[in-house]
């Protein structure tokens, strides 16, 4: 069983290589991304294993399905880049790691949240050029403050613990509610107009599909408490980001901290330093210093890579075993 790596970085490469030993799989590494264009590196492949920036749109499933490629791993959990109809069109099966270390993704929000709120990204600059001065750096205590969070799956559940431990008042949003569990961790579930008017930090938890899409527009951020701030661990596209931009500039909005950008794959995980910047949208995120924009590496702690790891190669092995396909993503 052979399976093509698309949009590989060298520590993918390196802990791939080393929890293989335990399976001896036969994988091929590339670091260009899976798309229209580049599908023929996947000739002779029985699987291909993306992440996150991939596109597995219909037209390169279906390439994929001609080159003889039966089985897609995902080493994410999100799936929003592979077209699971196609998938099943072409009789291929999908497989994903849904879940791996949402302490990772939840410390990062956290992380996001305390730099912006006492503008730790402001204050390194400064004391490295012996400005020290507080003048704009004045934040709040979060103890008493009310966190709203959008979904409340694993990765919500884990940053709720972290914000109850700082003393904040938790209310959350989600279409299937756990009554229980609110019940249970002191949880309030609201509607999204509720959660909007009540929140002093918004944090979105939920996965990107066609009703969650561009959820964060001007309608909703209108909604909000002035000066709220949000944090974006989930998909780029769950943010309408001229909208964002539109807040940022009134100052409803009061900070904002992305690890996800909707035109993320042109940039995230380069080094495009040497070039001149021509997405203009992200440009402007980026002149803000109220906005702290981190290259999608919510995921990223050794315990997450190897977690990622381990299931992705037991999803391919499980596969290849013609056993039942472990955590299959089906339309
Ligand atoms: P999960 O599947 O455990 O939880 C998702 C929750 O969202 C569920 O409770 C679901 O009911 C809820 N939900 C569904 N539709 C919703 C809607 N319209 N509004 C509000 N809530 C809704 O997922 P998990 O593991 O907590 O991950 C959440 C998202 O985080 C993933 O979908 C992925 O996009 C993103 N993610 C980001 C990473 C990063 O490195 N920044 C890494 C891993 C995941």
Known sequence: MKTTFFGTQPYDRDTFCRINEEFGLQLDFHRSHLNRRNVALADGADAVCIFVNDEADAATIRELAARGVRLIALRCAGFNNVDLRAAAECGITVVRVPAY??????????????????????????????????????????????????????????????LQGFGMIVV?????????????????????????????????????????????????????????????????????????????????IGAAGLDVYEEEAAYFYEDTSDNIMRDDTLARLLSFNNVIITSHQGFFTREALDNIARTTLSNIKAFAMSEEPLNEVKA
Request: with cysteine.
């Open 101 to 162: 270390s949402p302490h990772a993704v939840a410390e990062h929000a956290v992380a996001l949240m305390l730099s912006l709120n006492r503008k730790i990204h402001r204050a390194y600059w400064r004391t490295r050029d012996g400005n020290f001065s507080l003048h704009g750096l004045l934040g709040f205590d979060m103890y008493g403050r009310t966190a709203g969070i959008i979904g409340t799956g694993r990765i919500a559940r884990a940053l709720i613990e972290i």
């Open 172 to 252: 959350a949003y989600d279409p299937s509610p756990d009554m229980a569990y609110a019940t249970s961790q002191g949880v309030e579930y609201m509607s999204l107009d509720e959660l909007y008017a009540c929140s002093d930090v918004i944090s979105l938890h939920c996965p990107l599909n066609e009703s969650t899409q561009y959820m964060i527009d001007a309608a909703a951020i209108g909604k909000m408490k002035r000066g709220v701030t949000i944090i974006n661990t989930g998909r780029g596209g769950l943010i309408h980001t001229e909208a964002l931009i539109d807040g940022l500039k009134s100052r409803r």
